[in-house]
């Protein structure tokens, strides 16, 4: 069965330190990965997605990731963090099922943001 | 655009109500929608899948009788908590997406339940 596996529950930087956040998959094929954010009792906003090609990709909000095969990860990034940060985080592997795809999640990672 | 609305943001009931959730896909036409729960701090767990004229595929361990899911048009879908317990109360979100060959859910602003 495919599973996503984010190993930080809690995050805690400075604001303006760079940010990386892990997430590591189970998958037997090409993976398509999501990474999207979530306000205190808001949706889900996509912040990026990877579906093939660039193993490097670029989002909103200055965030990027960047899809490692070999170690099965598709971790998020952010040079310099800022307050409105504080979120939190879910990974997501989008599994092919009966003609479309459902979406597997995380556990999700909190982001604290110190001023 | 893809902008998917739900209604009501968040609702109160006594046990033993039922409670609908509206699930609108407001500026494309949403073939399969998706329902799911979270529980406070946790993830999301997909509840059920729905396609447009047919019956939900509920996830494993999610009571079809309790969770009754509606998809009747290609813009709405409907979740009805019926006899609602304490224990339902969660915060329910649907997505939405396109196309069966389309690869991206586009996600509601979810609502809150809380059962009294």
């Known amino acids: 069965a495919q599973s996503v596996t984010q190993p930080d529950i809690h995050i805690t930087v400075s604001e303006g330190a760079s940010l990386e956040l892990r997430c590591n998959y189970s998958?037997?094929?090409?993976?398509?990965l999501f990474w999207y954010v979530q306000s205190p009792g808001q949706g889900l906003q996509l912040l990026l997605k990877?579906?093939?090609?660039?193993?490097l990709v670029q989002g909103i909000k200055g965030f990027e990731a960047e899809f490692k095969r070999s170690q099965s990860s598709f971790n998020l990034r952010k040079p310099s963090v800022h307050w409105s940060d504080a979120a939190e985080y879910f990974c997501a592997v989008g599994e092919p099922t009966s003609g479309t795809y459902k979406y597997i999640f995380g556990t999700g990672t909190r982001l604290k943001v110190l001023a | 655009g893809a902008v998917v609305s739900q209604h009501p943001s968040w609702v109160i009931c006594k046990s033993g109500t039922s409670v609908k959730i509206e699930c609108r896909s407001l500026?494309?036409?949403?073939?399969?929608m998706f329902w799911y729960r979270q529980f406070p701090k946790q993830s999301l767990m997909l509840m059920a899948t729905s396609n447009e004229g047919s019956k939900a595929t509920y996830e494993q361990g999610v009571e079809k009788d309790k969770f009754l899911i509606n998809h009747a048009s290609l813009t709405l879908s409907t979740l009805t908590v019926t006899s609602a317990h304490p224990e339902d109360s969660s915060f329910y979100i649907c997505s939405a997406s396109p196309g069966s060959s389309y690869n991206e859910q586009f996600f509601g602003p979810g609502t809150r339940l809380t059962v009294l």
């Open positions: 998958y037997g094929a090409t993976p398509y």
């Open positions: 990877y579906f093939s090609g660039d193993t």
């Open positions: 500026d494309f036409q949403a073939t399969t």
